[in-house]
T-cell receptor, first 113, second 114 residues
Framework: SQQGEEDPQALSIQEGENATMNCSYK?????LQWYRQNSGRGLVHLIL?????REKHSGRLRVTLDTSKKSSSLLITASRAADTASYFC?????????????FGKGTKLSVIP | NAGVTQTPKFQVLKTGQSMTLQCAQD?????MSWYRQDPGMGLRLIHY???????DQGEVPNGYNVSRSTTEDFPLRLLSAAPSQTSVYFCASSYTLQGVYEQYFGPGTRLTVT
């Protein structure tokens, strides 16, 4: 079954506001990654956080990881219309010779100009 | 660099037909994988490979075969297409340095099985 589950499924905000998306997962992980998908396109990697890290920043992105709660959040600050896309978390599990990156169902973000 | 390329972009098959989705990368990545994306289901891993000659199953492998004879290519074969295999298929690759596995995705193949 899928590892990550994003919340909310859909989010609509005004340009300039902050957007927060959450991800929960079920088992131990090596790292957690966030991806963006514009309509009809392939996914693009945004940011990665390792299991021994708690917070990471990249430009307007801030991701946190709480391994005790098995959850992560992605914050996009000062949103722009161009941020309109679906956002997916993905968890990497590697063990016993297996290397699987498992994606959640995504959060659809709409930023209204 | 072309990155990850996939062919064809669109394909319509009849039930029972077979076909191969092509995937190639020019980044010398060890890890390659195939996902399918269905509405409301996110991406589900079909098969993956950690290097030439090594493949393994993902979450939904039934009805699909893969092989990895070179580092660059990772074709996905549908043996006998079924309507349930109507989906968008994405190929991805990554380096495995320091266990990161940051994925680079191709543009996708939209497959319809009638």
């Amino acid at each position: 079954s899928q590892q990550g589950e994003e919340d909310p499924q859909a989010l609509s905000i005004q340009e300039g506001e902050n957007a927060t998306m959450n991800c929960s997962y079920k088992t131990s992980i090596n790292n957690l990654q966030w991806y963006r998908q514009n309509s009809g396109r392939g996914l693009v990697h945004l940011i990665l956080i390792r299991s021994n890290e708690r917070e990471k920043h990249s430009g307007r992105l801030r991701v946190t990881l709480d391994t005790s709660k098995k959850s992560s959040s992605l914050l996009i600050t000062a949103s722009r219309a161009a941020d309109t896309a679906s956002y997916f978390c993905a968890t990497l599990y590697s063990g016993a010779g297996s290397y699987q990156l498992t994606f959640g169902k995504g959060t659809k973000l709409s930023v209204i100009p | 660099n072309a990155g990850v390329t996939q062919t064809p972009k669109f394909q319509v098959l009849k039930t029972g037909q077979s076909m191969t989705l092509q995937c190639a990368q020019d980044m010398n990545h060890e890890y390659m994988s195939w996902y399918r994306q269905d509405p409301g289901m996110g991406l589900r891993l079909i098969h993956y490979s950690v290097g030439a000659g090594i493949t393994d199953q993902g979450e939904v492998p039934n009805g699909y075969n893969v092989s990895r004879s070179t580092t660059e290519d990772f074709p996905l074969r549908l043996l006998s297409a079924a309507p349930s295999q109507t989906s968008v298929y994405f190929c991805a690759s990554s380096y495995t340095l320091q266990g990161v596995y940051e994925q680079y995705f191709g543009p996708g193949t939209r497959l319809t099985v009638t």
